[in-house]
């Protein structure tokens, strides 16, 4: 299973983007879906999750103290895509960012990044000031 993350780019402080996660191939609506990030010379740090809509968290999201109120994660099962919306993006938000998908839940919940079952390539998002 290959995960795809897209959508990332340049942009200036307070700006937006929009990182799109597929997976060709792979039903995403079963799992529920992490946004993690990583910069050189640190662990993956994660950002947000959703839970799966048929799970009985039942689309549930949660999301670190650092993006809290700036970035919104949806899915769309229909799509087979999961979205991150970032706005008002600051400098310390530059990284790689990397979706992941976790069948139980739990693991994404508490941004386990090694307890996730498949991940994909990750998508640069530098952030100017």
């Known amino acids: 299973v290959q995960l795809q993350a897209s959508g990332g780019g340049l942009v200036q402080a307070g700006g937006s983007l929009r990182l799109s996660c597929t997976a060709p191939g792979f039903t995403l609506g079963y799992y529920a879906i992490g946004w993690f990030r990583q910069v050189p010379g640190k662990e993956h740090e994660g950002v947000s999750c959703?839970?799966?809509?048929?799970?009985?968290?039942?689309?549930?999201?949660n999301y670190a103290d650092s993006v809290k109120g700036r970035f919104t994660i949806s899915r769309d099962d229909d799509e087979n895509t999961a979205y991150l919306q970032m706005d008002n993006l600051k400098p310390e938000d530059t990284a790689i960012y990397y979706c992941?998908?976790?069948?139980?839940?739990?693991?994404?919940?508490?941004?386990?990044?090694?307890?996730?079952?498949?991940w994909g390539k990750g998508t640069q998002v530098t952030v100017s000031s």
């Open positions: 959703i839970q799966s809509s048929i799970s009985s968290s039942d689309g549930a999201t």
């Open positions: 992941a998908t976790d069948s139980k839940g739990n693991n994404c919940r508490h941004f386990d990044w090694y307890g996730m079952d498949f």
